[in-house]
């Protein structure tokens, strides 16, 4: 995608906004409010091109979005928008 397209459509729906225990206890609350505000303007964080294209397919026609990002001690975790776009869950890969 590029950068005039990303600036000139909307922000991510992400209706309510729940992050685990798991993240809750092991993510910064700083780190996680980062994530938050990328994932917001769709900025997937950490993921291959496939799934980058997938996440930009399902941001314009509707699905489920998924971004990995990694803490500034490499933990990764992430943020999901389900495809209704009523929820959005912060979680660690071992709660996947």
């Not at 992050?19 to 700083?30: D, K």
């Not at 994530?35 to 291959?48: P, T």
């Not at 928008?81 to 071992?94: C, N, Q, Y």
Request: glycine share 6%.
């Amino acid at each position: 995608m590029k950068n005039t397209e990303a600036k000139e459509r909307s922000q991510v729906e992400m209706g309510k906004v729940y992050a685990t225990r798991g993240v809750l206890l092991s993510i910064p609350p700083e780190q996680i409010a980062l994530a938050v505000a990328r994932h917001l303007v769709c900025d997937w964080g950490d993921l291959c091109e496939e799934d980058r294209e997938i996440n930009e397919h399902a941001f314009l026609h509707g699905g489920r979005l998924f971004s990995r990002y990694l803490t500034e001690d490499g933990e990764a975790f992430y943020v999901i928008t389900e495809a209704d776009r009523e929820m959005t869950t912060l979680l660690l890969p071992s709660e996947y």
